[in-house]
């Protein structure tokens, strides 16, 4: 199984964010719950949750609350039919995210080969856990609204989470890193 390491927001970026997510998915109509706003740091396959949790606990035991700056919307075409916000590939966050994979690299975690590759970004809608696949017509309309909205907007990571992929909150939380205020 798979599991994410994600950065997470304080509440006032969430609820601007979420404004944004719940302003398309009510349009679309593509969810009954909507999907938690994240940024994917890292994936991992089949870790040893154990091993894993005291290596994040560590390296991360100095980091402090960051921003990180929101740069307009990226769509991934199909199969994803993503809409997200981009994530400017700079700072704080970036550093945070090659630093990640290369520990866990280093400690035998299969994590992902070519993070140069990685678009950082928050996925506002996709086809993941939606309560139907909007039409190629739909996903094309909110990838364009999106691009023109022009969003651009610092937000606030103030903790970093293990996942596992499941749409239930409860279930999904495998730990939560708290990071320090600044």
Not at 87 to 115: A, C, P, T
Request: net charge positive.
């Amino acid at each position: 199984m798979k599991y994410y390491l994600v950065a997470l927001f304080n509440k006032d970026s969430y609820s601007h964010v979420e404004r944004i997510q719940r302003d398309m998915c009510r349009k679309y109509k593509l969810y009954r719950h909507m999907p938690v706003l994240h940024i994917t740091l890292e994936i991992i396959d089949n870790p040893d949750i154990d091993k894993l949790t005291k290596i994040v606990s560590k390296f991360l035991k100095p980091y402090k609350e960051f921003k990180v700056n929101i740069n307009g919307a990226i769509c991934f075409d199909p199969p994803y039919k993503s809409v997200n916000l981009k994530i400017e590939d700079k700072g704080y966050i970036i550093r945070l995210s090659r630093q990640l994979n290369e520990l866990l690299r280093l400690h035998k975690f299969k994590v992902r080969e070519n993070i140069e590759n990685w678009d950082l970004h928050i996925s506002l809608a996709n086809t993941n856990y939606a309560v139907r696949e909007w039409s190629s017509k739909e996903y094309v309309a909110a990838c364009q609204t999106a691009k023109k909205e022009n969003i651009h907007k610092m937000i606030t990571v103030n903790r970093i989470a293990l996942w596992k992929p499941v749409n239930n909150k409860k279930e999904m939380l495998i730990k939560n890193f708290q990071l320090r205020e600044y």
